[in-house]
């Protein structure tokens, strides 16, 4: 009966190895849902994620510098960083700009289902935008 020994051996380690880094006991089951996220810990941090992938702690998470073109209207993060890289996605099947009302602070023609980057200004404040197409279309800009 070495065969089933060998099979008992084996069902134990695929046993133990899914309750690796649990903590002994623990009756917590494993994450779901992000399946990049972390949810091991080895040591204390000042700043933890959580399995959602979302920072906790003293230090508030970034926002991600991109506006979302979706219905002919922007979607804007609520700030992002002084001189940051800003993606702008275009869902719609019709061509847009992301223009400043004042100045040359930025101005970014967007194809089609395309993406494109502009620099954010480096002076932080609130610079409004428009689309020169679609007199409709406006948004701000927050550089903080």
Same mark, same amino acid.
């Given at each position: 009966?070495?065969?089933?020994?060998?099979?008992?051996?084996?069902?134990?380690?695929?046993?133990?190895?899914?309750?690796?880094?649990?903590?002994?006991?623990?009756?917590?089951?494993?994450?779901?849902?992000?399946?990049? /996220?972390?949810?091991?810990? #080895?040591?204390? $941090?000042? *700043?933890? @994620?959580?399995? +959602?992938?979302?920072?906790? &702690?003293?230090? =508030?998470?970034?926002?991600?510098?991109?506006?979302?073109?979706?219905?002919?209207?922007?979607?804007?993060?609520?700030?992002?960083?002084?001189?940051?890289?800003?993606?702008?996605?275009?869902?719609?099947?019709?061509?847009?700009?992301?223009?400043?009302?004042?100045?040359? /602070?930025?101005?970014?023609? #967007?194809?089609? $289902?395309? *993406?494109? @980057?502009?620099? +954010?200004?480096?002076?932080? &404040?609130?610079? =409004?935008?428009?689309?020169?197409?679609?007199?409709?279309?406006?948004?701000?800009?927050?550089?903080?």
């Amino acid at each position: 009966m070495r065969t089933g020994t060998t099979l008992g051996i084996l069902a134990l380690a695929v046993i133990l190895s899914g309750t690796a880094g649990c903590g002994a006991g623990s009756s917590t089951p494993p994450a779901t849902g992000n399946p990049t /996220a972390s949810t091991t810990s #080895v040591g204390p $941090s000042p *700043t933890s @994620t959580t399995s +959602a992938g979302t920072a906790t &702690g003293s230090a =508030p998470a970034a926002s991600p510098a991109a506006i979302t073109i979706k219905d002919f209207a922007y979607q804007t993060p609520p700030s992002v960083s002084p001189g940051a890289t800003v993606t702008v996605t275009n869902t719609d099947t019709a061509e847009h700009t992301v223009t400043a009302d004042e100045g040359s /602070a930025f101005d970014v023609e #967007v194809t089609s $289902s395309g *993406t494109a @980057t502009f620099t +954010a200004p480096s002076k932080p &404040g609130t610079y =409004p935008f428009h689309c020169t197409y679609h007199v409709n279309m406006h948004g701000t800009l927050t550089v903080k």
